[in-house]
T-cell receptor, first 113, second 116 residues
């Protein structure tokens, strides 16, 4: 069975500093990995995905993520955080095909001005 | 722009009544849609997979007679919470994706259900 772990419930970072939100995964085959962001009382917005190819994936709003097969990780990063980046971030994995996403528990990012 | 539309965004109902939530894919056909439930400060829990033209597949522990799912067309799935109780109060989110392994799922904006 596939699973995703987000070890941090909360990440605090000062505006302008780099940020990292951690994610590790477990799948039986090749992973399809995703990051989503959720603002209060809203659905999820897609940020980026890794399917195959370059390990460094660039996504929306300046976010990027690095796929590391040996460490089974897919950490989300941004070089310079903005206050508006404050939200709930979910890492997710999919088993391919028309299958549902399995989510991590989420990490709340707080960017302080 | 939004590719999955969910309605209503917020509903308050009395205990014992039923509530219908609609999920539409706006610019693509979705043979499969997914319904999630999110508890406060918790992750998303998959409730069921909605299949166009056939019965939904429910996750373990989800009551299919309470959470009725209908996927009557390639662009519309509905979730009906029947005989709602206060413990059904939650945030319900639908999602759908275009066909293909690499397609991300797109999510509706969610429905905040409050049962009084």
């Amino acid at each position: 069975a596939q699973s995703v772990a987000q070890p941090e419930d909360q990440v605090n970072v000062a505006e302008g500093n780099p940020l990292t939100v951690k994610c590790t995964y477990s799948v039986s085959g090749n992973p399809y990995l995703f990051w989503y962001v959720q603002y209060p009382n809203r659905g999820l917005q897609f940020l980026l995905k890794y399917i195959t190819g370059d390990n460094l994936v660039k996504g929306s709003y300046g976010f990027e993520a690095e796929f590391n097969k040996s460490q089974t990780s897919f950490h989300l990063k941004k070089p310079s955080a903005l206050v508006s980046d404050s939200a709930l971030y979910f890492c997710a994995v999919r088993d391919g095909g028309n299958t549902p996403l399995v989510f991590g528990k989420g990490t709340r990012l707080s960017v302080i001005a | 722009g939004a590719v999955v539309s969910q309605h209503p965004s917020r509903v308050i109902c009395k205990s014992g009544t039923s509530v219908k939530i609609e999920c539409r894919s706006l610019d693509f056909q979705a043979t499969t849609m997914f319904w999630y439930r999110q508890f406060p400060k918790k992750s998303l829990m998959l409730m069921a997979t909605s299949n166009e033209g056939s019965k939904a597949t429910y996750e373990q522990g989800v009551e299919k007679d309470k959470f009725l799912i209908n996927h009557a067309s390639l662009t519309l799935s509905t979730l009906t919470v029947t005989s709602a109780h206060p413990e059904d109060s939650s945030f319900y989110i639908c999602s759908a994706g275009r066909t293909g392994d690499s397609s991300p799922l797109h999510f509706g904006n969610g429905t905040r259900l409050t049962v009084t």
